[in-house]
């Protein structure tokens, strides 16, 4: 009984899910009564984590744990699929995908993401990691009349199965090499000399690398977000990001932790490529999903080169850059949820032009978006990448942290782009500004902290600096 | 003093940006509060630092109005304060601001708030990198500026804003990202970036080399040197008035400032390495750019290939590492600041008129606009370094400074005196003198009461610099030869080093 209190948001949310599923059934039309209900259910859960007990604690035969990571995570997790609820909720209504399956899908889903974060063993994380990726997989398919979403489901459904399976026999091996699913025994059976497990490594690296949408395991990635409707391209780019980060860190720093001299050149060239890939192949982009999705490949280099460290700063800068990339990409989001004329929400960079003088606190606010995804400081996003690269460069690590930069160069190009579009050319017809007040809040709160939180950057760092994985 | 008088210099702009920022309410009331609001933010400003350069000690080469707060826990402080090199630069800027605001009020005519914004963001942000203390605070400033002046000069600027403005960002960017690198790396070398921590420690050699190259990337490309000038001059052209005449009167002095605080101070060995390598593209940068503006017929592009030029004698001025010479480019980036400013608002006053920047469309202006010839004149002998005026003052100690050291230097740098004699007066004989281009010209109307104003103080403080220079080296005078004797003392210590 003991145990209970430990997993209470997740048993929390999944009552909440099999409750909602009953109101869906027995009440008529009752999405905005659900989506009331998750999204007061979620606020609820981050109470439910926030009062775990600071201790570092491990149950059901140590195949779970709760530390600090795993609660900032959820915290993180179950923020930001309020704040992407909140601020879609208008795009939802409008393009006919308000069924009460969709905030419970979300709900499901990140309830399998809660149980990959605090998952303590291989067989858990594989269980977690399935719940949320099915639910993607539904999502992404939501709008089921339109061609393009059908296709992103299915080709994220192809794509991601055979990561899942990569990953299962990655899993396989490492057990039969290592003798144990649970991680602090495998991370005890682990050395260079074990080859096999070592192998196994590599697939589970190649599967999580999927997941965080790293190249060369990108390739879904551009058409899943162009193709999904545009609140679940926002879930995408944001909330799974926390999960696999997670487990990513866990991985490296707990079972894997002994072979650091096996994964850290896989996870440099991940990170390298996606720097390099996100910044170059989003040049050409038309459409500002597919732009966003290429940023993001190229915000998870620059989170990957934090973890390549294998440092408890490098973990922490990547904790910092993740958390500054989910305030910029909840923005940028929201601004693309505003791009409405008649009902009918438009996707092409174009679209934006001229916005500047039609809607002026709009405007401001990409621009200011823009800027920090771009790094250029006092911005919050030029901090995100300062601590990265303190960390590289801590263990010498030069032509990482000289690659990254430059592509920071190269990449603030297609940023500067869209600025370009939205400050210096002709107006176009103005978008329609009966936003819901939701989208308002979820927009003002991330371009404010992106702008304000170069006045007191400590704020952030001391509380992740409580975060030690080893 | 516990009154923290330079945070309050550097932040004053920024609050009056806010205030304009949130002013609403009718269009016209709201332009004009914001009009007020920007003129009276300025203005305190330059009076707050003018008080300051009273109370300024210069008897001492200690940093001076000293503040430290934390910022980073055990980290970064926010570290501010100047010395003597700093107070000029401060006041320079203070100085250029309004006249910014003035002009722009003058000619911008359209988002006129908006622009009063960036003009003030920009200024904070220039005297942050004056004031800071802490290599990650100045980056922070330094690097901030892009995008205000990315700004200015997309929305304001002329017809290939868009190119230049990129231009300017991506190359600027380019540079200084090198620079990041070097300051992180320094605080995993020296354990802190606090700038009069780091004077007082010794870098290991083997590190100031790659350091001070990546210093090098990034102020080579702000001042700008040859071969990274390119930007410079798009930027300059497109750019409207008031933003031409922040980038090159203060924005190219950051370098210059940087050269000396941080290339100097905490690289002496690689500076003493390096030192043939500046020479060269100085000489370059001087004879070559000056041939290059003796060709254009854009007026703006003429006087942009000429600050390159300038330039050139400012880092041979800091390179030489003589009393003289560092002095001669503090007084020469001063002076190159008001004289430069003045003369892109010259040529903004006739580009307000006529549209055009072409030195062709123009001619003969001497009959219609009288007033306009005699301040431009004045301008165009300063450029030139006529003695009298503030630009002959620099540019001699910089060659006597020069002459010391290396006497080719000196004499290769002499030849740009005499060609931008070349450039500057057959610019204003094609302007001024001569028949008239059009009839247009004949509708012109001398500057208005704003105008003369403005270059009414410009005017002043050129010939009373050239005349009288002596409060500025009163101000910079032993802050200068702490930094030689910094530096000579350090160099010994490696040099010693080495040779056991």
Not at chain 1, 79 to 84: D, E, M, N, R, T
Not at chain 1, 88 to 106: G, R, T
Not at chain 2, 118 to 131: K, P, Q, R
Request: glycine residues 6%; neutral net charge.
């Amino acid at each position: 009984m003991q145990t209970i209190i430990y997993i209470l948001p997740e048993l929390f949310l999944s009552i909440v899910i099999m409750f909602l599923l009953m109101i869906g059934v027995f009440i008529k039309k009752s999405f905005k009564l659900v989506n009331l209900l998750t999204v007061l259910s979620l606020l609820f859960a981050i109470v439910l984590v926030l009062n775990q007990p600071d201790e570092i604690v491990k149950i059901f035969n140590e195949s779970y744990i709760i530390d600090q990571l795993s609660i900032y995570m959820k915290v993180l997790t179950l923020l930001f699929c309020f704040f992407v609820l909140l601020s879609s909720k208008d795009y939802i209504q409008n393009n006919n995908i308000d069924k009460i399956e969709y905030p419970i899908i979300i709900l499901a889903s990140t309830l399998g993401m809660l149980i990959m974060i605090s998952s303590n063993d291989l067989i858990i994380f594989y269980l977690g990691l399935e719940l949320q990726s099915l639910c993607l997989y539904i999502l992404a398919s939501f709008k089921r009349n339109d061609e393009r979403s059908t296709e992103s489901g299915l080709k994220y459904f192809v794509l991601s199965a055979l990561a899942s399976g990569l990953l299962l026999y990655g899993c396989s091996f490492i057990y039969g090499f290592t003798g144990s699913t649970n991680f602090e025994i495998i991370s005890a059976n682990l050395n260079d000399a074990n080859t096999g497990a070592v192998f196994g490594i590599v697939f589970i690296i190649v599967g999580l690398a999927f997941k965080v949408s790293a190249v060369p395991f990108h390739m879904w990635t551009p058409d899943v977000y162009e193709g999904s409707p545009t609140s679940v391209t926002s879930f995408f780019a944001l909330v799974p990001k926390i999960a696999a980060i997670s487990v990513f860190i866990r991985f490296m720093y707990v079972p894997f932790v002994n072979v650091i001299n096996q994964w850290q050149t896989i996870i440099i060239f991940l990170s390298i490529a996606s720097m390099i890939l996100g910044a170059v192949a989003a040049i050409g982009q038309s459409n500002i999903k597919r732009l966003m999705a290429y940023s993001s490949i190229g915000h998870m280099g620059y989170a990957l080169a934090g973890i390549a460290t294998g440092t408890n700063s490098g973990i922490q800068s990547t904790i910092i850059y993740l958390t500054i990339y989910l305030v910029m990409n909840l923005g940028a989001f929201g601004c693309i949820f505003m791009m409405k004329r008649e009902n009918i929400f438009y996707e092409n960079i174009n679209d934006l032009s001229g916005l500047s003088k039609n809607h002026p606190m709009l405007a401001l606010s990409f621009l200011i978006i823009l800027f920090s995804l771009a790094g250029i400081p006092p911005l919050a996003g030029f901090f995100a990448k300062f601590y990265i690269f303190m960390a590289v460069i801590e263990m010498k690590m030069y032509t990482l942290a000289i690659i990254g930069l430059v592509t920071t160069v190269v990449s603030a190009f297609y940023y500067l782009r869209v600025i370009k579009i939205i400050y210096f050319d002709k107006p176009k017809k103005p978008f329609e500004e009966n936003y819901d007040w939701g989208l308002k809040i979820s927009l003002i709160i991330s371009s404010i902290l992106i702008l304000i939180y170069f006045i007191y950057p400590s704020i952030l760092v001391d509380t992740i600096s409580s975060i030690l994985i080893y | 003093m516990n009154f923290p008088i330079l945070s309050a210099i550097t932040f004053i702009p920024l609050i009056g940006a806010l205030f304009i920022s949130i002013t609403r309410g009718e269009q016209k009331i709201v332009l004009k509060s914001s009009k007020y609001v920007a003129i009276f933010s300025s203005l305190a400003n330059f009076f707050l630092s003018i008080f300051l350069w009273f109370s300024f000690d210069a008897s001492t080469s200690e940093f001076q109005f000293i503040e430290k707060r934390d910022w980073i826990k055990g980290f970064i402080n926010f570290h501010l304060g100047i010395d003597g090199i700093s107070m000029l630069f401060i006041l320079l800027t203070t100085f250029i601001a309004p006249i910014c605001i003035f002009s722009g009020i003058n000619s911008i005519k359209f988002k006129i708030k908006e622009f009063l914004i960036a003009i003030l963001i920009m200024e904070t942000l220039m005297l942050g990198v004056f004031c800071s203390l802490d290599l990650v605070i100045f980056y922070l400033f330094f690097e901030g500026g892009l995008i205000p002046m990315f700004l200015i000069i997309g929305i304001w600027g002329g017809a290939k804003r868009v190119y230049s403005a990129f231009k300017f960002f991506l190359f600027t960017l380019l540079g200084s990202v090198l620079m990041l690198i070097a300051i992180i790396s320094i605080y995993w070398i020296a354990g802190t970036t606090d700038v009069i921590e780091l004077l007082d420690l010794n870098i290991p050699q083997e590190y100031q080399y790659l350091l001070w190259l990546a210093f090098f990337s990034s102020f080579a490309v702000k001042l700008p040197m040859w071969p990274f000038h390119t930007w410079l001059p798009d930027a300059h052209v497109e750019a409207p008035t008031a933003g031409s005449v922040i980038l090159a009167a203060i924005l190219l002095k950051m370098a210059g400032y940087g050269f000396m605080r941080f290339s100097l101070g905490l690289f002496p060995v690689a500076s003493d390495y390096f030192t043939p390598l500046i020479f060269v593209l100085s000489i370059i940068a001087i004879i070559y750019t000056s041939l290059v503006a003796l060709m254009q017929d854009d007026m703006k592009k003429l006087i942009a290939y000429s600050s390159v030029a300038h330039m050139g004698f400012v880092t041979i001025g800091i390179f030489s590492l003589t009393k003289q010479g560092l002095e001669g480019s503090i007084i020469q980036m001063l002076s190159h600041g008001l004289i430069s400013a003045a003369l892109f608002l010259c040529v903004g006053v006739v580009y307000d008129r006529m549209h055009s920047r072409m030195i062709s469309s123009y001619g003969g202006l001497a009959n219609t606009m009288p007033k306009y010839a005699f301040v431009f004149m004045i301008f165009t002998l300063a450029a030139l370094g006529l003695p009298g005026t503030s630009g002959f003052v620099g540019e001699f100690l910089v060659l006597v400074g020069a002459f010391q050291i290396n006497i080719f230097v000196a004499i290769l740098a002499s030849l740009g005196v005499i060609l931008s004699a070349a450039y500057m007066l057959w610019l204003y004989k094609r302007v001024i003198f001569g028949k008239m281009a059009s009839s247009d010209i004949k509708e012109m109307t001398d500057i208005n009461k704003t105008e003369i104003y403005i270059f009414a103080s410009l005017v002043f403080l050129i010939l009373f610099f050239g005349i009288y220079p002596e409060p500025l080296f009163n101000t910079i005078d032993i802050s200068v030869s702490n930094l030689i004797d910094n530096y000579q003392t350090d160099l010994n210590f490696y040099l010693t080093k080495a040779n056991n």
